[in-house]
């Protein structure tokens, strides 16, 4: 998936073990299934607050009235550098952020103070390809934390404590994790990264309580299963397809939605066939882990466009009755619709929401598409293809608004990219890509030096798109919608937090921030007042990425570092 410049953990400070800021005694919540099911309004218990993925909080108090009014009203640096990209998850007044290098931070979420700190004891020569974490999950009155070594952890939610770690995999082997768990039934569910190390991914689910191993099931199908023969030979035992971020979960037929990431190594010549379950959505039943539906977004991927984003799970007018819909901005550059059942997905539409040259044409039936030969890349050659290799939209995720019926997308438009392809060797713990990184290009096309980075908002309803606002940088913002008809999102390099009217696109209210804004933006209320909250800390993708376009560009452009979370409220 993403991929560039190791960077070594930095252990010696980290020590695996809560920090007290003080004695505390204040009550907690315990987290319950029904709780997750139908989180009260004020707060925000899982990654994108509710399993359907929308990434919207009812709440109304801050609208398009008042919205320029908000203000800073507390914040907290973590003294952390690299990219903060997990939510600010919240329970009761107690609010939980996770920092690169697996910190997990639990606040007072009215004033900001310290309540207690737990700091992972990472390995001496642990390498991290991607160092940062995706947020907790919470269950009960615990804290559950998914690690860069491949651990899954579950800490007292009072007090920090470690009341258990489950080794998940090998990280020598490149395994690694960065996702937020999904906690669904008492079951906590993990996927690894790694794709591009030559490993083989799966998805594990473990017992909230025990942290015994429940099921696990490979995204990479095994002799006898069905979809192995799309892999030759024993490509299989090194075929990436790791998944990044957390799932959706429909509670009517206990199915877990997955994301799958991109096959390894990344040139697709080097492993002929469609490669299951790569680039896909999966549907696991939660409660044996097996796979009852799937389906490819593109196959034998070449492109290094990984579909690890979860599907929104919204029900949708179709010809005059209501469809149970999966909803994808895919990497790919594609908006895909798709129909869910118990046992099933099927094909409803796709179409392009940023410049794509690669499809030729979609199956009408199963949404298979169909490719400009010239546009893939292959190893020996030189192949350019548009979107880049980061896609119309990354890892960010899209939010849904029940009250506009908008889909809003963070995308990224005028970029293409070029490969030149090798043979891979595999060596253990190694990158397996077959791509070298001199040999990795970004392309902006000319309108790029206008703009880059895109907040589309798509009806739909209609399948159209109803507005677009446009930005010079590039954008990484993941979405937040809220009940008062504003979406919130950061992303771009000039540090900016916005506020947008739901309906026009229009920039209502904007704050500049210490750093570049990657993190996933939530709200919550407490005491009557709501307050929104997100992590400012640039770093990873986002900055590799621009030093691509400082070199394309001629320029140089400077994003601080360093993490702080913000929460804004009214005066």
């Given at each position: 998936m993403r991929f560039l410049f190791l960077t070594l953990a930095l252990s010696f400070t980290l020590l695996g073990v809560a920090a007290h800021?003080?004695?505390?005694?204040?009550?907690?919540?315990?987290?319950?299934?029904?709780?997750?099911?139908?989180?009260?309004?004020?707060?925000?218990?899982?990654?994108?607050?509710?399993?359907?993925?929308?990434?919207?909080?009812?709440?109304?108090?801050?609208?398009?009235?008042?919205?320029?009014?908000?203000?800073?009203?507390?914040?907290?640096?973590?003294?952390?550098?690299?990219?903060?990209?997990?939510?600010?998850?919240?329970?009761?007044?107690?609010?939980?952020?996770?920092?690169?290098?697996?910190?997990?931070?639990?606040?007072?979420?009215?004033?900001?103070?310290?309540?207690?700190?737990?700091?992972?004891?990472?390995?001496?020569?642990?390498?991290?390809?991607?160092?940062?974490?995706?947020?907790?999950?919470?269950?009960?009155?615990?804290?559950?934390?998914?690690?860069?070594d491949a651990f899954l952890v579950a800490l007292d939610a009072r007090s920090g404590a470690v009341i258990w770690e489950k080794p998940v995999e090998n990280y020598l082997a490149g395994y690694y994790m960065t996702m937020a768990p999904l906690v669904v039934e008492g079951r906590v569910m993990v996927g690894v990264s790694g794709g591009e190390f030559g490993v083989r991914g799966f998805i594990q689910a473990f017992d909230a309580t025990s942290g015994e191993s429940l099921w696990k099931t490979f995204t990479v199908p095994g002799p006898g299963e069905p979809g192995h023969d799309s892999w030759p030979g024993e490509t299989w035992k090194k075929g990436g397809v790791p998944v990044w971020i957390t799932g959706s979960y429909d509670a009517e037929t206990k199915l877990a939605y997955w994301g799958t990431g991109n096959a390894g190594p990344w040139m697709g010549d080097q492993r002929a066939g469609d490669n299951l379950y790569s680039t896909s959505v999966i549907a696991l039943d939660v409660a044996s882990g097996a796979i009852r539906a799937h389906h490819q977004y593109h196959w034998n991927?070449?492109?290094?466009?990984?579909?690890?984003?979860?599907?929104?799970?919204?029900?949708?007018?179709?010809?005059?009755?209501?469809?149970?819909?999966?909803?994808?901005?895919?990497?790919?550059?594609?908006?895909?619709?798709?129909?869910?059942?118990?046992?099933?997905?099927?094909?409803?539409?796709?179409?392009?929401?940023?410049?794509?040259n690669v499809f030729t044409k979609l199956?009408?039936?199963?949404?298979?598409?169909?490719?400009?030969?010239?546009?893939?890349?292959?190893?020996?050659?030189?192949?350019?293809?548009?979107?880049?290799?980061?896609?119309?939209?990354?890892?960010?995720?899209?939010?849904?608004?029940?009250?506009?019926?908008?889909?809003?997308?963070?995308?990224?438009?005028?970029l293409c990219s070029a490969f030149t392809g090798e043979k891979a060797k595999y060596r253990r713990g190694e990158l397996y890509m077959g791509v070298p990184f001199a040999k990795i290009e970004v392309l902006p096309t000319p309108e790029a030096r206008d703009h880059i980075g895109e907040l589309q908002a798509w009806d739909l309803a209609t399948g159209k798109k109803v507005w677009t606002s446009k930005f010079k940088s590039h954008n990484w913002g993941p979405v937040l919608t809220t009940g008062g008809g504003l979406v919130f999102s950061g992303g771009t390099n000039d540090r900016y937090f916005r506020a947008f009217d739901a309906k026009s696109g229009k920039i209502l209210w904007q704050q500049r921030t210490n750093s570049g804004v990657v993190g996933v933006p939530t709200s919550y209320s407490l005491d009557g007042k709501q307050y929104v909250a997100v992590q400012s800390g640039w770093g990873v993708d986002a900055q590799r990425k621009q030093d691509f376009l400082d070199k394309a560009f001629g320029t140089h452009t400077q994003v601080p570092q360093g993490g702080v979370l913000w929460v804004f409220g009214l005066p």
């Open positions: 800021a003080a004695d505390d005694a204040r009550p907690y919540s315990p987290v319950t299934d029904a709780r997750l099911t139908a989180p009260e309004p004020g707060n925000w218990l899982m990654y994108r607050r509710t399993y359907d993925s929308w990434g919207y909080s009812p709440l109304k108090q801050i609208d398009t009235s008042n919205v320029a009014q908000l203000k800073p009203l507390w914040s907290f640096s973590t003294g952390v550098e690299e990219g903060h990209q997990a939510p600010p998850i919240v329970n009761d007044g107690v609010m939980f952020i996770t920092t690169p290098r697996d910190q997990v931070l639990a606040l007072d979420a009215r004033s900001g103070e310290l309540i207690w700190r737990y700091r992972r004891e990472l390995p001496a020569d642990l390498f991290q390809l991607h160092p940062t974490n995706r947020g907790v999950a919470l269950y009960g009155d615990r804290v559950y934390i998914a690690t860069v991927d070449s492109w290094d466009w990984d579909e690890v984003a979860a599907p929104l799970l919204i029900d949708l007018e179709r010809n005059g009755k209501k469809q149970k819909s999966l909803v994808h901005a895919g990497r790919d550059g594609y908006l895909w619709v798709l129909e869910r059942s118990a046992n099933d997905i099927r094909y409803v539409s796709g179409q392009p929401y940023v410049h794509q199956d009408p039936e199963s949404g298979r598409p169909q490719y400009d030969p010239t546009k893939i890349p292959r190893s020996g050659s030189r192949s350019e293809f548009c979107p880049s290799l980061w896609g119309g939209k990354d890892w960010p995720p899209t939010a849904y608004s029940p009250d506009t019926g908008y889909l809003y997308i963070p995308a990224n438009e005028n």
